[in-house]
């Protein structure tokens, strides 16, 4: 998970997990001066045929589910609903460096 910025490097939030059925959870935390705007970034190789750079989808989460506080509520969580990784999207580019 990052947090985008328009004139600085992205600052890098935290990491994930994904279990064998491809759930996967995210956490993190920055200091920042201005809002922070947190993405997630999915790097992988489906339906890509022989490209040597991976897939990149990037997730952007929604305002309403970024806490500003230390301790954020447990009920606080963004479900990104099922994501196919094999169909195309707008969000999507390439990126051989991450």
């Given amino acids: 998970m990052y947090d985008h910025d328009i004139f600085t490097a992205d600052d890098f939030m935290g990491n994930g997990t994904t279990n064998s059925q491809g ?3 995210f956490g993190g935390t920055t200091n920042e001066f201005f809002e922070i705007e947190p993405r997630i970034h999915i790097y992988h190789d489906c339906n890509d045929g ?3 750079c ?3 989808l990037t997730i952007v989460i929604p305002k309403k589910y970024i806490s500003y506080s230390s301790t954020p509520s447990q009920y606080l969580v963004y479900d990104t609903g099922i994501i196919e990784l094999t169909n195309i ?3 999507e580019s390439h990126d051989c460096i991450h």
């Fill in 23 to 25: 759930q996967f959870s």
């Fill in 50 to 52: 022989i490209n040597t």
């Fill in 54 to 56: 991976q897939r990149k």
């Fill in 89 to 91: 999207s707008d969000e």
